[in-house]
């Protein structure tokens, strides 16, 4: 038996979260079990864990959209029992059985080796928002990241604070936006050389460009203030974009794409081929500073998650959750 954060609904249509024991026959097929250690807390995990259900195929369901831990039992000859391992993507913990429970057993093609250099616990402080900030970063790389700041929204998220730190790290400098001016001082602990507030980015106007400002940007918020933020992008600067908080409207005319020559490029680190997945693990265990993965932790239990659910899609949670599951 292993404990599982379960989320049922009932005959209402509401959706119950709680911290149960199962068995290894209830897990749904897969190649290999996992004994989970560690997971994260994400704004689609908040989703899961709420009121609505949100993005949950079936129920009952365990939600975690990543996890990292150690092989159990594999009928795969790409993993054997004592193998490290981190999953992102997949739709698990959404459609499939995810990191919340201390047993996870999935598809074998789904995992990724844990790169030397990391442990569990640093990959799910890292976990999928740091995942997808290495592939928005490697985006930027690929067309070029121009000279001057390049620019982060939503800074103090785990994507933001991520890219922060990556970014800093290979000696860009940063421009960090945050609506909450608390963040400040931790923002700049991640390498930020400048602090934006949120209200400059969501000042209306008419002007489809402004003052080339940014030489990249990884936007991890999309809405009025991808909008804005296309407009001050420098010549042929590229924008990763992350995230959806702003809305998935783009109230943005072509202008800065015909002028500027501005690319926008789309992240999606749902379901990234293998060669991707690892090319990003690997850089993260060399291009991202670790000892400064300490200051964005926020350590929690899978009692906690009810309540860390709510609180992430509230947008109170500063830096990256990480869930002890082994341990809970």
Known sequence: MFKALVVNKD???????????????QLPAGDVVVAVEYSTVNYKDGLCIGPGGGLVRNYPHVPGIDFAG????????????GDKVVLTGWRVGEAHWGGYGQKARVK????????????????MAVGTAGFTAMLAVMALEDHGIKDGPVLVTGAAGGVGSVA??????????????????????????????????REELNETTKRPLEAET????????????????????????????????????????????LLRGVNLLG???????????QRAWQR??????????????????LADLPSLGRDILKGQ????????????
């Open 284 to 301: 993260i265990a060399t291009d991202l500073p670790l000892a400064k993965l300490e200051d964005m932790i926020v350590p929690a239990t």
């Open 11 to 25: 005959d209402e249509g509401k959706t119950h979260a709680a911290v149960e024991e199962l068995s290894l026959d």
């Open 108 to 123: 074998a093609d789904w995992l990724v080796p844990l790169p030397k250099g990391l442990d569990a616990r640093q990959a």
């Open 267 to 277: 992240i999606d680190s749902v379901m990234q081929p293998f060669e991707a997945r």
């Open 70 to 81: 150690t092989v159990e039992t594999s009928d795969d000859p790409r993993y054997a029992a």
């Open 214 to 257: 940014w030489g990249g940007c990884v936007d991890a918020v999309g809405g009025e203030m991808l909008a804005r933020v296309l407009g001050q992008m420098k010549y042929g600067a590229s924008v990763s974009a992350v995230g959806l908080a702003g809305g998935a409207g783009l109230p943005a005319t072509v202008i800065p794409f």
């Open 164 to 197: 922060t730190a990556i970014l800093a790290n290979l000696g860009h400098q940063v421009a960090a936006v945050t609506g909450r001016p608390e963040t400040g001082a931790y923002l700049e602990s991640l390498g930020a050389s400048q602090i934006v507030a």
């Open 317 to 328: 949670v500063k830096g990256r959750v990480v869930v002890d599951v082994a341990g809970s």
